[in-house]
């Protein structure tokens, strides 16, 4: 019982202190831009996060980042044009990147701890990027038309969305996920192993 408590408290405080690292992360992500948008350096303590707390973890923490997002100003100019579709695909977007690496992440480390961090350091932002472009599309397709139409895109508003909105950022959150991934399972088997203490 006392273990359980231990264990229970431990968990509380780990996955506290990696909302606070997500947090403090946004808001100094900020100021880093590749194209119109800032990069996302939080996806790596989300994956840490699931990866040593399991089931939740990711979730909440994917949220958080939301949550982050939203108070940064980060989406300021798309609240701007429709709060609520901001609101909704915001949220989203981290809270499923989280879960997705809630649901994977445990499967694929039974198989290999490296195979189980590599998928879900590419998972998370492979899903947070690809429910940002589906919020794009169903809430600001028009707006973001407009945008194409002034550029060497024209009317091809996908080809838009890819490679100006969020080309650059997708690639170096991917490529900073795929080469820190060695250095997260480093820190998960820390995490646990304190974890069975």
Request: glycine share 14%; charged share 5%; aromatic share 14%.
């Given at each position: 019982?006392?273990?359980d408590t231990k264990a229970r408290t431990r968990k509380l405080v780990g996955i506290?202190?990696?909302?606070?690292?997500?947090?403090v992360l946004?808001?100094?992500?900020?100021?880093i831009r590749l194209g119109p948008f800032s990069v996302s350096l939080v996806l790596i303590p989300i994956v840490v996060g699931s990866s040593v707390y399991g089931k939740?973890?990711?979730?909440?923490?994917?949220?958080?980042?939301?949550?982050?997002?939203?108070?940064?100003?980060?989406a300021s100019t798309?609240?701007?044009?429709?709060?609520?579709?901001?609101f909704i695909t915001v949220l989203l977007k981290g809270t499923l990147a989280g879960l997705?690496?809630?649901?994977?992440?445990?499967?694929?480390?039974?198989?290999?701890?490296?195979?189980?961090?590599?998928?879900?350091?590419?998972?998370?932002?492979?899903?947070?990027?690809?429910?940002?472009?589906?919020?794009?599309?169903?809430f600001f397709f028009d707006t973001?038309?407009?945008?194409?139409?002034?550029?060497?895109?024209?009317?091809?508003?996908?080809?838009?969305?890819?490679?100006?909105?969020?080309?650059?950022?997708?690639?170096?959150e991917l490529l900073f996920n795929i080469v820190l991934s060695p250095f997260i399972v480093r820190i998960v088997d820390i995490g646990k192993k304190n974890d069975s203490k």
């Open positions: 019982m006392v273990k506290g202190l990696f909302s606070a690292i997500v947090v946004q808001i100094l992500g900020a100021f939740g973890a990711g979730a909440w923490l994917g949220f958080l980042f939301g949550i982050a997002v939203l108070i940064s100003g980060d798309f609240l701007a044009i429709n709060a609520p579709g901001t997705c690496i809630d649901l994977v992440s445990p499967l694929l480390m039974k198989v290999n701890k490296y195979l189980g961090v590599f998928a879900s350091a590419v998972l998370c932002p492979v899903v947070n990027t690809g429910i940002f472009l589906l919020g794009c599309r169903l973001i038309a407009q945008w194409s139409a002034g550029t060497e895109y024209g009317s091809d508003v996908a080809a838009y969305m890819i490679f100006v909105l969020v080309g650059g950022n997708f690639l170096f």
